[in-house]
């Protein structure tokens, strides 16, 4: 069955350390891939997506993701992370013509 | 600026009890989806309405149903709710299929 996978379900960080959340799906076709982020009390609202081109996506508040196709992997990065940026990260991954698949979460937590 | 809306955010219902979920949206997305979010799991694909066409997952119980009277409203019925229903309910839109989704803020269901 399709899966994806967070391994880290809890990151704790301090502000301005680099970020790397990782990301890995068992789906051999062709996928669209995203990042979504949850900030406490908030809803979930989309980081960044991939569907074709460039591997290597920008999002917003600079977070970017690099798609590694061997590797089935869409690993989250960010160079300096901010207090605000405390949220749980969740990867999605949508095989083509099957739903979208959510990995579990991770929680990010970053010390001022 | 509200674009996926829930109501209401908290729902408490007794256990057996019918309870409906509502979820409107402004963007006029031809998909509309519902989730099940259980404490610290991914979110859970129930069903989705491609405009008004019905999309069951298969492991779906038969205790959920949904409605999407015209292209802004959805509902989420569940007919006997029992302890183990208890979860943040989403409801998400996209334009199309494998598109990204935007998400509402939820709706917490407690069952008593």
């Known amino acids: 069955a399709q899966s994806v996978s967070q391994h880290n379900h809890h990151v704790i960080l301090s502000e301005a350390a680099s970020l790397e959340l990782g990301c890995n799906y068992s789906y051999g076709g062709t996928v669209n891939l995203f990042w979504y982020v949850q900030y406490p009390g908030q809803h979930l609202q989309l980081l960044l997506k991939?569907?074709?081109?460039?591997?290597l996506v920008k999002g917003i508040k600079g977070f970017e993701a690099e798609f590694i196709k061997s590797k089935f992997s869409f690993n989250l990065r960010k160079p300096s992370v901010q207090w605000s940026d405390t949220a749980e990260y969740f990867c999605a991954v949508k095989p083509s013509s099957y739903k979208l698949i959510f990995g579990s979460g991770t929680r990010l937590l970053v010390r001022p | 600026d509200a674009m996926v809306i829930q109501n209401p955010r908290y729902q408490v219902t007794q256990f057996g009890k019918p309870v409906t979920l509502s979820c409107s949206q402004t963007l006029n997305h031809n998909v509309m989806y519902w989730y099940q979010q259980k404490s610290s799991q991914a979110p859970k694909l129930l069903f989705h309405?491609?405009?008004?066409?019905?999309?069951n997952e298969a492991d779906t119980p038969d205790n959920f149903q949904s409605r999407r009277p015209n292209t802004s409203f959805c509902f989420l019925d569940i007919r006997s709710p029992g302890l183990g229903d208890a979860a943040m309910y989403l409801c998400a839109t996209s334009r199309d299929i494998g598109r990204e989704q935007f998400f509402g803020p939820g709706t917490r269901l407690t069952v008593l």
């Open positions: 309405y491609y405009d008004k066409d019905f999309n």
């Open positions: 991939y569907f074709s081109g460039d591997p």
